[in-house]
């Protein structure tokens, strides 16, 4: 059964850069065709698909963060990892880490499973 | 990028039957995928594709999608089925995006 467990630290000042670490287990990040994904939900909020990275290093993120937002991959350790720079209180959130599935004909896709979350606040 | 919309909220009484939508022009070329979310507790995967189900969902939960509209069906909703709902999908650029939510209230 695969698990996925985000860490990393829960305050951030603001101007600095946001790291989070997703720790995979039960699975290889370098078996299958899926994608190492990072979402996230600011409190009371929606669902904001952040970016993903292949076991092989392509990633794709959203276009509204791209320019502030790194992910990479460590597959000796089965890890994956979240960079945000320059943040504000904008990005307070719960910031989780899922497995993305998808079919041959890129018609199909999933998210499953999810980390349990990571609360992250910036605040001065 | 695309937009995925939802009602902001649905209610159904308990045992009856409900549609949960989700519209969006990305759903005429890529199926919507629907998690479940209750207060506290990270999303959970209950219909992807044309209509599957993960292992360990219901069979009262069902999907279908028409046209740019995708819905999620729930036959006999239960007490346990209030939560928030929200739709995904991706778009021909490869990007991903969650539609608005519903929150479903069983009475």
């Known amino acids: 059964q695969v698990q996925l467990q985000e860490s990393g630290p829960g305050l951030v000042k603001p101007s600095e850069t946001l790291a989070l670490t997703c720790s995979v287990s039960g699975a290889s990040m370098s078996s299958g065709t899926y994608y190492w994904s990072w979402i996230r939900q600011p409190p009371g909020k929606g669902l904001e698909w952040i970016g993903y990275i292949h076991y092989r290093g392509s990633t794709n993120y959203d276009p509204s963060l791209k320019s502030r937002v790194t992910i990479s991959v460590d597959t000796s350790k089965n890890q994956f990892s979240l960079k945000l720079s320059s943040v504000t209180t904008a990005d307070t959130a719960i910031y989780y880490c899922?497995?993305?599935?998808?079919?041959?004909?890129?018609?199909?896709?999933?998210?499953?499973?999810w980390g349990q979350g990571a609360l992250v606040i910036v605040s001065s | 990028s695309s937009e995925l919309t939802q009602d902001p909220a649905v209610s159904v009484a308990l045992g009856q039957t409900v549609r949960i939508t989700c519209q969006g022009d990305?759903?005429?070329?890529?199926?919507a995928s629907w998690y479940q979310q209750k207060p506290g507790q990270a999303p959970v995967l209950v219909i992807y594709?044309?209509?599957n189900r993960p292992s360990g969902i219901p069979d009262r939960f069902s999907g279908s999608t028409s046209g740019s509209t995708a819905s999620l069906t729930i036959t006999g909703a239960q007490a346990e089925d209030e939560a928030d709902y929200y739709c995904?999908?991706?778009?021909?650029?490869?990007?991903?995006?969650f539609g608005t939510g519903t929150k479903l209230t069983v009475l």
């Open positions: 899922a497995r993305a599935g998808i079919t041959g004909t890129v018609t199909t896709s999933w998210f499953d499973p």
């Open positions: 594709g044309q209509n």
């Open positions: 990305s759903l005429r070329n890529y199926y």
């Open positions: 995904n999908s991706r778009d021909s650029s490869g990007d991903y995006v």
